[in-house]
C-alpha cells in the first residue's frame, strides 16, 4: 500500500513527488515517457530554468526524487478504480498496486494539423504557446493557423511580439464584426483559403502555401486547433470536465472524486511549466492534509500511529 500514487513524471507530478517525499510519504510516479515539451527546444518563464532543456529537467528532477526515496517506475498506467481505502491501479503488463490517494499529472496532447510540413516543424518553427515561444521569433514574419478563426485572440497576443501577424483561417472565417476590427486595428491580415501545406528547411519554416493564391513567405507559425487529454483515467474514475476539456478542479487540485487529485496541464488552462509545478505542489501539500487527518488519534503517550 502507497500512500499516494502519482500517474505522469512532467513537472506537476515531479514537483508533487518531492514534496510528498519529503513529509515521509511513501510515493509512487508512474511515467509512461511521453511529455507534451518533448519538442520544445526549452523550458522558459521559469525562474532559475529559463531555457533549460526539457529532457534535462527532467532528469535533475527525477535525481532529486532519490534523496527521498520515491520509488520511479517507467510504465504507463492502464486503469484505476476505486477500492476500500484508496485506489487500484494497474500498470500495462498486468502488475497491480494500490494507493491510499491518486494524484493524475498525465497532461494533454496538442492536436497538430494534419497538414504536411507541420509535424516536420513542430518544436522549432511551429508553436502552440506564444508565452513560450514567441520571444524567440520577436520581430519576424508570423502566421497564426486557427481554422475559422475561432483563435483569433492567438492572434491579437502575438501582435505584442511582432506587426507582422498573418492570420490563416483555413476556410471561411467566422469572425464577428468587433473582432475584425480589432484585427484591422492591429494590421493584421486574414487569408481564408485553404491550407495546402508549410514549406519548409529542415524544419525551418519558409512559406505558407495555400490550394489557391499567392505562397505566404512566413519565418514560424503558431497554431490553435485544441488538444486532447494523454489519459482517460480522470474520466473513467467519474470526474467532471469544464468546457475546455479540462477536468475541473477545486482548492488544491481536489476532485469531485474523494482522494483522487488532477495537476498541470490536464487541469487548468494556464499551461506553463511553472504553473504545473506550483500546482503539483499544492497538490501535495493537500494530499499530506488529508492523509494526517486520517491516520489515528494521538494516544496518550503523545506519540501518533501511522496510518495504513
Known sequence: MFDVVVVGGGPAGLSAALLLGRCCRRVLLCDAGTPRNARAAGVHAFLTRDGADPGEFRRLGRAELAKYDVEIRDVAVRDAKLVDGGFEVDFEGGQQVRA???????????????????????????????????????????????????????????????????????????LEPPVRAQLSARGIRVRTERVARLEHDGGELRRVIFLRGAPESR???????GQTQQSDLARRLGCQFNRKGTVKTGRHERTDVPGLFVAGDASRDVQLVVVAAAEGVKAAFAINTELQKEQEPVNVTGSAERAG
Open 100 to 174: 491510499r490517494k491518486l494524484l493524475l499529472a498525465t497532461g494533454v496532447f496538442d492536436q497538430v494539423p494534419a497538414q504536411d510540413g507541420f509535424d516536420a516543424c513542430y518544436g522549432r518553427s511551429v508553436f502552440h504557446c506564444p508565452y513560450c515561444d514567441a520571444w524567440e521569433v520577436r520581430g519576424q514574419r508570423l502566421a497564426v493557423y486557427t481554422p475559422g478563426g475561432r483563435g483569433a485572440g492567438l492572434a491579437l497576443t502575438l501582435a505584442q511580439w511582432s506587426a507582422d501577424v498573418l492570420l490563416c483561417t483555413d476556410g471561411p472565417a467566422r
Open 219 to 225: 519565418d514560424a507559425l503558431f497554431f490553435s486547433t
